[in-house]
């Protein structure tokens, strides 16, 4: 490659800017953290899980969630439909102890994977 | 299917949809239908949201008011204007419909009423939108949560 022809093909920093995505889907949702399973010391009931909703810390922050549906979010191998995306939903039933964690019933039951990965809070059935 | 007066929503009140195509899209509420969904518009020329159906829990009711006035909503937009045109489901075999694809015929778009009616409705909102500082502008922009935003300590 000559001279000229490197010049052309390296464009100016300066210059190339990213397009932003104007009209990404907007975040209508508040993120939670699956922490585990309804559980005493050494047994666990699976049916029920605890959500932690980050920014919420006491039991009457939490009653605002309360009846919200959540959903859990996961990529799978497998393409259906045209996307690998795929949810579990469920709801937020109940407030679970006084800082602000919450309990959650889930379609079927949350994976064991899922232990500390997102979960998403979502703003409906509102009553605002 | 109760009438019962919601004291948060009356016509003009801008509301924040939750779901669905329009997700996040602040619209003007226009009239409570028979069948309990909530009839709102965008208006069409300043976001983009058609005359449109929604549930009341898939909502939020903000404080923002577009002064309608008595803005009487026409008897022909009722929960009957919203029920899908029949699709083409009878598949006769004629060599012209064996050509074309499925999804080509059975896109049926809106009809001269549908838009007639559209344009009806949003053209006195639209007047009254233009009245308020930044209505536009904010009817225009999408609700979106940001970092450190937390839905239960915001007031709307």
């Known amino acids: ?7 052309e093909v390296k464009p100016k920093k300066k210059q190339t800017k990213k397009k932003k995505k104007q009209n990404k889907s907007p975040r209508l949702h508040v993120d939670g953290i699956f922490m585990g399973y ?3 010391l ?3 009931k699976t049916g029920t899980s605890l959500i932690k909703i980050v920014g919420v810390s006491t039991r009457k922050e939490s009653e605002w969630y309360l009846g919200k549906k959540v959903a859990f979010v996961y990529n799978a191998s497998r393409h259906h439909n045209g996307s690998n995306v795929r949810t579990i939903w469920g709801k937020i039933t109940s407030s679970h102890g006084n800082s602000g964690i919450v309990r959650a019933k889930f379609k079927r039951n949350l994976p064991a994977i899922a232990m500390g990965k997102k979960v998403r809070v979502m703003l409906y059935p509102s009553n605002i | 299917m109760s009438l019962q007066q919601d004291p948060k929503i009356s016509q003009g009140t801008v509301l924040i949809l939750l779901i669905g195509k329009f997700k996040g899209k602040r619209v003007v509420f226009l009239k409570k239908l028979s069948s309990g969904l909530l009839l709102v518009t965008g208006p069409y020329n300043v976001n983009g949201v058609p005359l449109t159906r929604i549930k009341r829990k898939y909502v939020i009711a903000t404080k923002t008011k577009v002064d309608l006035g008595e803005l009487v909503v026409p008897e022909e937009i009722n929960d009957k204007f919203f029920t899908p045109q029949k699709p083409i489901n009878n598949w006769e ?3 012209e ?3 074309t694809k499925k999804q080509d015929l059975k896109k049926v778009g809106l009809n001269e009423t549908q838009t007639k009616l559209q344009n009806q409705i949003d053209k006195p909102i639209y007047e009254a939108i233009k009245k308020v500082q930044y209505l536009k502008e904010y ?3 999408r609700f979106k949560l940001q970092k450190g935003q937390l839905p239960h300590k915001m007031k709307f």
């Open chain 1, 1 to 7: 490659m000559s001279q000229d022809q490197k010049k």
């Open chain 2, 93 to 95: 075999k004629t060599e």
């Open chain 2, 97 to 99: 419909k064996f050509f």
């Open chain 1, 38 to 40: 309804r559980r005493g």
């Open chain 1, 42 to 44: 050494t047994t666990q």
């Open chain 2, 139 to 141: 009817l225009t922009a």
